[in-house]
């Protein structure tokens, strides 16, 4: 999408900290960092919603997500760490290209970090 800022970032129009990359996926900083380790793993292919996924959306996702798991380490997300997918108005998205926010780094107790 030409307006998106997350398809301008994929295509390298718009710069960001990037700490991972292949066919699917992009793994990097969140701009504005809600806890001490915040990353966002953004599928390439854009779509705001899982009800707007279609099969190969559904299985490049799962691929997005083993792939997560496995480079959590690098991450240095390898005592734990949160995923959150807001979705939609009362989740307050606000960039409408599915993303995944990682969340990590410290113990994540207090509602602040619920994104
Ligand atoms: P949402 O509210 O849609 O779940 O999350 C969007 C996230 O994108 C926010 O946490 C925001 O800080 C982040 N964000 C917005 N613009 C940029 C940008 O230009 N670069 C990066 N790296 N993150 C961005
Ligand atoms: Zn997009």
Redesign the pocket.
Known sequence: MDDC?FCK?IRGE?P??KHYEDDLMIV?????P?AEK?Y?AIPKKHYKLFSQMTEKDADDLGHCLRKIGEIAPSLGLNNGFRC???QGDD??????HL?M?LLGGQKLSTPDYR?
């Open positions: 800022i970032i718009i960001s900290e990097i900083d969140d701009i504005s809600k915040h966002l959150i997918v807001n989740a307050e998205q606000t960039v409408f993303h926010h994104i």
